[in-house]
């Protein structure tokens, strides 16, 4: 079902998603001093939503530092990529019945390897800096990365059971009578976690750990190069939450409004959720993280799969 | 786990609770009366300088951010040629105000003196001087002081008694 020519669609997940990205940036800031009786960024334009413009024309006006010690070519190829796998990402993603850019078969493999790519953007930039920190950085976010990548998949894999195939139109298309939150109550859960690691937002954000390692591995990293990491990040938390959407909470059914409105308040509920976990959540230990990742969440996904496959087969499903 | 959920939702009741941020340029501080703010030079009730150039604040002052110049007017009254505080170096420590035996040098309670220039926070004494008598209404030196001074011979002041004349046996 192809309503809307591709190059609509492209330009109109393009503007739609960048935007986000730099609207996301005062929401987050607003949010979370409204958590803590604060008022945030409010003196720029009203309500401060010229905030991320002031941001984005000092990062723009900042000294472009490239260290002389760095492996040049990588230093600056790192940035980039967090930003391409994200927006490649954003291809398979169906907002609503026809507006999808490419509405591949095997979509949620394809969202997968893309979210692995992104680790290259932090290990080589990290690597590159040459800096103890951000390899320090960049060698916590390949082992969580590594560790946290194996379940994500695991858990979408009940997902994959119940609508019978990788195709995102087709899983949005099985939750008609039902939402897959509610039998893969387990899996959203392992997929919530699996996702706030992925998109290395607190509590699980390691690599930079501000606290621990400067900046972790964008220490480095100044002008439009950091916007850039900045950029990735608050994308593939847009990415994460609409993935959420589609995957457990219907895409866009929904009664009532249009289904690209039902999509957009699904991913922006997320999105305040991944926000108050920020807000709320302190930052566990790296071997904490490792132990909770290999030891808990990945049996539990293995169970999850288990039990899913046992009900389908058991119930007479396919 | 469960305790997570609950601090995320005791985070999120913070929503509905007030803000403790004062929006500062329209809500102005409160600032109380003796606070330790930008230095004046304030005036006895007759509209004279108060200040008797006696040297006392720039030799209590911590930072030597006080430089003045003594001189006498006509009637032989002290007052200070030059008064220049340098407020790119004053800790505001209200010693000069203790110190100050004429109550001329006194700090209010004002803090908005940013400038773009360091230069522009050398005050001088025009900058100084105000039209007041700031927190001693009544009080004028030159009137309780048994100084001798053009226009006042001794013990022609306040709660003074005339001078004795040593050479008279009467009572």
Known sequence: ?318 | MLSLLRTAWNVFLHAFQPRVTKQYPEQPAYLAPRWRGRIVLTRDPDGGERCVACYLCAVVCPVDCIALQATEDRHGRRYPEFFRINFSRCIFCGYCEEACPTYAIQLTPDFEMAEHKRQSLVYEKEDLLINGVGKYPGYNFWRVAGVQIGGKCKGQSENEAPPTDLHDLRP
């Open chain 1, 1 to 318: 079902m192809r309503i809307y020519h591709p190059i609509m669609a492209i330009v109109g997940i393009l503007f739609v998603v960048l935007n986000l990205a730099a609207v996301l940036i005062w929401v987050e800031r607003r949010l979370l001093a409204l958590w803590q009786d604060r008022y945030g960024p409010n003196r720029v334009g009203p309500f401060g939503l010229l905030q991320p413009l002031a941001d984005a024309i000092k990062l723009f006006t900042k000294e472009d530092w490239i260290p002389p010690f760095a492996d040049k070519a990588v230093f600056v190829l790192a940035p980039a990529i967090v930003v391409i796998t994200v927006l490649l990402s954003f291809v398979v993603i169906p907002v609503s019945p026809g507006i999808v850019v490419a509405d591949l078969n095997i979509a949620l493999l394809f969202f997968l390897a893309m979210s692995s790519l992104g680790v290259y953007s932090i290990v080589l930039g990290g690597w590159a800096s040459d800096n103890k920190y951000s390899l320090l950085g960049s060698m916590r976010a390949a082992a969580q990365m590594i560790s946290y990548e194996v379940f994500m998949g695991l858990s979408l894999m009940g997902v994959v059971i119940l609508a019978g195939s990788f195709n995102l139109s087709d899983i949005v298309g099985a939750q008609r009578k039902m939402w897959f939150v509610i039998p893969q109550f387990l899996g959203f859960l392992l997929f919530l976690v699996a996702g706030l690691a992925e998109t290395r937002r607190l509590p699980f954000d390691l690599p930079e750990a501000e606290s621990e390692l400067i900046a972790g591995f964008h220490s480095e990293y100044s002008g439009m190069k950091f916007g850039m990491f900045f950029v990735g990040e608050y994308m593939g938390i847009t990415l994460i939450s609409a993935m959420i959407t589609v995957l457990f909470f219907g895409g866009w059914l929904g009664p009532g409004l249009p289904p690209v409105i039902w999509f957009l308040l699904k991913t922006l509920a997320f999105l305040c959720f991944f926000i108050l976990v920020r807000a709320a959540l302190p930052r566990p230990r790296f071997d904490q993280l490792m132990s909770w990742g290999w030891k808990v969440m990945f049996p539990l996904s293995l169970v999850n799969l288990l039990a899913t496959g046992a009900m389908v087969l058991s119930l007479g499903g396919r």
